[in-house]
């Protein structure tokens, strides 16, 4: 089992930043492939970002490609996602999740955390 904790949504302005983290615990932190996804109201949950379990391979969704950055320190336990040029459709509650090997589905899944962007 690995408990996540996500931290650092809230509301910032368009065209500000955010950086989120993930805090895991649990089996070794490592050994996971680890992502974030998000879900606006109204809307179906969709990936944003994944990161492969020494970092160095990471996909992005094409919404957010050029803006957000996933990145992990291993020896934090921590997956982060800095959000730049954040947009008002980038509102949504973000959850970090992560995966043992190359399983199609996600195996753990945090509470998220809210991200609200004003215009």
């Known amino acids: 089992q690995v408990q996540l904790v996500e931290s650092g949504g809230g509301l910032v302005q368009a065209g500000g930043s955010l950086r989120l983290s993930c805090a895991a615990s649990?089996?070794?932190?490592?050994?996971?492939?680890m992502g974030w996804f998000r879900q606006a109201p109204g809307k179906e949950r969709e990936s944003v970002a994944q990161?492969?379990?020494?970092?160095?391979?990471?996909n992005y969704a094409d919404s957010v490609k050029g803006r957000f950055t996933i990145s992990r320190d291993n020896a934090k336990n921590t997956v982060y996602l800095q959000m730049n040029s954040l947009k008002p459709e980038d509102t949504a509650l973000y959850y970090c999740?992560?995966?043992?090997?190359?399983?199609?589905?996600?195996?753990?899944w945090g509470q998220g955390t809210q991200v609200t962007v004003s215009s």
């Open positions: 999740v992560a995966k043992v090997g190359d399983a199609d589905g996600w195996h753990y």
């Open positions: 990161i492969s379990r020494g970092g160095g391979n990471r």
């Open positions: 649990g089996r070794t932190f490592s050994s996971y492939v």
